[in-house]
């Protein structure tokens, strides 16, 4: 059974940090490519960054140098580091698994950035 399952969200002041982690299961992970993505209140879900079974990364650009993405294949697992957060970074967080025509979301975890 695939699982995606985010956690490390929470409520943060503005310029804060928060790492949030995806642990995956049920799946080949190394294989798979791995997305960020995030949907505020009202709005569309949108790719934040990815990082491909290579080891590339790419990243909008609003938050190019303040987002970092990570994977670890022995673990499973996909990190997404937030430094200088911004109420604009408030959403719910998903992470995403593609392969070869398959697709998995995990559930979101929610960030709030507030003071």
């Known amino acids: 059974q695939v699982q995606l399952v985010e956690s490390g969200g929470g409520l943060v002041q503005p310029g804060g940090s928060l790492r949030l982690s995806c642990a995956a299961s049920?799946?080949?992970?190394?294989?798979?490519?791995m997305s960020w993505y995030r949907q505020a209140p009202g709005k569309e879900r949108d790719l934040v960054a990815r990082?491909?079974?290579?080891?590339?990364?790419n990243y909008v650009n609003s938050v190019q140098g303040r987002f970092t993405i990570s994977r670890d294949n022995d673990k499973s697992t996909m990190y997404l580091q937030m430094n200088d957060l911004k109420f604009d970074d408030t959403a719910v967080y998903y992470c995403?698994?593609?392969?070869?025509?398959?697709?998995?979301w995990g559930q979101g975890t929610q960030v709030t950035v507030s003071s």
């Open positions: 049920g799946f080949t992970f190394s294989r798979y490519h």
């Open positions: 990082i491909f079974s290579s080891g590339a990364t």
């Open positions: 995403n698994a593609r392969y070869s025509g398959e697709l998995y």
